[in-house]
């Protein structure tokens, strides 16, 4: 398995403003995920994150609103951008591959984000 | 395209009797399926993945679940509960590519003494 780690574990942050979410691995892997999850609900995926090159966004969400940085093999961010009410959710990073069982995804432990 | 379905939000059980939590998937190509935990204020923990190999799987903490594909389910089951496996729990598959989760709505498990 891998050890993941997330910054900041939680916030509290006003609406219009945007907050970036740091995703570590202490080991190079080939996949990084990030998901959202909404109050009493499932997750949901917002992007794959790809070293080098832009991220692969779900429908429903647009790189505008949340940029995604990759910039090596054990690092990524999301940042939320123009935050409303609604952006209010658990945050988290996830990775697969390289070092890992095929086909199993190890997540972070997520980034509680209030929007007030 | 590829879904679950958790058919029950919230399960009770007592302490020491079988665990059931029941999901369905939809899926036009053979699919991967997990089960992951997350506990309160924790993160979410892999318990089990069928992969087309077996399809009685075993997990950890003493869960199995088992692929049936004439039923597109793959039921989580335990013989018996403890205090600790209270939490919630989520039916996952993977899309095609194999690069993605796709997660159920979970289901709540409560385990009372």
């Known amino acids: 398995s891998a050890v993941i780690s997330q910054k900041p574990s939680r916030d509290i942050c006003q609406r219009g403003t945007s907050l970036t979410i740091q995703c570590q691995v202490d080991?190079?892997?080939?996949?990084m995920f990030w998901y959202r999850q909404q109050p009493g609900q499932s997750l949901t995926l917002i992007a794959t994150a790809n070293q080098g090159s832009e991220a692969t966004y779900e429908s429903g969400f647009v790189i505008d609103k949340f940029p995604i940085s990759r910039p090596n093999l054990t690092f990524s961010t999301l940042t939320v951008s123009n935050m409303s009410p609604e952006d209010s959710s658990i945050y988290l990073c996830?990775?697969?591959?390289?070092?890992?069982?095929?086909?199993?995804?190890?997540f972070g432990p997520g980034t509680r984000l209030t929007v007030t | 395209a590829q879904s679950v379905t958790q058919l029950d939000s919230h399960v009770s059980v007592s302490e020491g009797t079988p665990v059931l939590l029941r999901c369905n998937y939809s899926s036009s190509y053979s699919p991967s399926l997990f089960w992951y935990v997350q506990h309160p204020n924790k993160g979410l923990q892999l318990l089990l993945k069928?992969?087309?190999?077996?399809?009685l799987v075993k997990g950890i903490n003493g869960f199995e679940a088992e692929f049936k594909k004439s039923e597109t389910s793959f039921h989580l089951t335990k013989p018996s509960a403890h205090m600790s496996d209270a939490a919630e729990y989520f039916c996952v598959v993977s899309n095609q590519a194999g690069t993605a989760l796709i997660f159920g709505k979970g289901t709540t498990l409560s385990v009372s003494s």
């Open positions: 996830s990775v697969e591959g390289q070092g890992l069982a095929t086909g199993e995804q190890y």
């Open positions: 069928y992969t087309s190999a077996a399809t």
């Open positions: 080991s190079q892997v080939t996949m």
